[in-house]
């Protein structure tokens, strides 16, 4: 079925009034429809959401999610959204990694370019009108997984998955670790970010 058939199964085959489900949505596609929906299905089911409808899918365009991060004092990288056609500003630091601004309607992709050429030929297999991102370029050493759990303004943060190796067959190589292994103001952080925006779930 379609993202659109969500809603119409879910209220028809798995509404009970004595048992309230949970569901967990595994796309951007089907998080965004049960969030658009919000004040149908919440006094029957539990969802990942914000609490009021609509502000889960506005956090899933990125540069809202770059916004809300630098207010919580996490270090983000220099950002631009760059709608594909208009003339491509000359302020961009290179390397740079551009991704469409929302995830929602188009498939996830990532591409890096070096340079001004690169870029230009990247935008060139977006669709017109298209909004993307293009933000500096991180060369990191490593990269981490930050796992956790938020229910009624409760945060639960036990750890992290550190990436040793992915993208190798579509497979990772991993290890985790506690989450006292971290420095403590940016656990402090990500936790002023989850209760800014009033968020529930995984």
Do not use: W
Request: charged share 25%.
């Amino acid at each position: 079925e379609s993202d659109s058939h969500i809603i119409e199964i879910l209220l028809s085959k798995y509404r009970n009034d004595n048992e309230r489900k949970i569901i967990l949505t595994c796309s951007d596609g089907a998080a965004s429809v049960l969030d658009g929906n919000l004040n149908q299905i919440k006094q029957y089911f539990d969802v990942f959401s914000c609490q009021t409808q609509g502000i889960l899918t506005h956090f899933l365009e990125k540069q809202n999610q770059v916004k809300v991060a630098a207010e919580v004092a996490l270090k983000v990288p220099y950002t631009i959204v760059y709608v594909v056609g208009d003339e491509l500003p000359n302020n961009i630091i290179y390397p740079c990694i551009t991704k469409p601004l929302s995830s929602v309607n188009m498939a996830k992709r990532f591409d890096i370019a070096e340079n001004r050429a690169q870029l230009l030929s990247i935008i060139q297999s977006y669709p017109n009108n298209v909004r993307i991102l293009i933000q500096e370029y991180i060369k990191k050493d490593y990269e981490i997984v930050i796992d956790g759990f938020s229910s009624n303004r409760r945060i639960c943060i036990p750890g992290y998955v550190r990436k040793l190796r992915d993208n190798m067959g579509n497979t990772s190589y991993c290890v985790s670790g506690s989450i006292d292994d971290l420095p403590k103001h940016v656990v402090q952080s990500i936790k002023k970010l989850i209760l800014k925006i009033d968020y529930q779930g995984l």
